[in-house]
């Protein structure tokens, strides 16, 4: 079965009651990551042109969602912050130091 590009789709299905996250992909380089990865699919779904679509089960802690980066913070974002903890941990005794935004 030739796919477009829009049906070439990964639905990843997850709830609070399991621990597995059912992921169901018509993509081929998510079903190579998840088989290069060890997981073995438990349906493929195939017609005389070949394999066009696999589902896995895999434990939640499997899936990872990449950072966002480090978050950007102004220089009042950082006196702010500072100043808080300044006041929740105060140290006896201890100096202040300035600290320029990097």
Do not use: C
């Amino acid at each position: 079965m030739k796919l477009t590009k829009h049906e070439q789709e990964t639905i990843i299905n997850l709830n609070e009651a399991e621990g597995i996250a059912y992921i169901y992909t018509r993509m081929k380089t998510w079903w190579r990551r998840l088989e290069k990865n060890g997981f073995k699919p438990v349906k493929v779904s195939e017609d005389a042109e070949g394999v066009w679509a696999k589902e896995f089960e895999v434990p939640k802690a499997a899936i990872l969602f990449p950072s966002m980066g480090p978050k950007q913070r102004s220089s009042a974002q950082i006196a702010h912050s500072l100043a808080n903890l300044a006041r929740i941990s105060p140290r006896s005794g201890a100096e202040t130091t300035e600290v320029a935004p990097g």
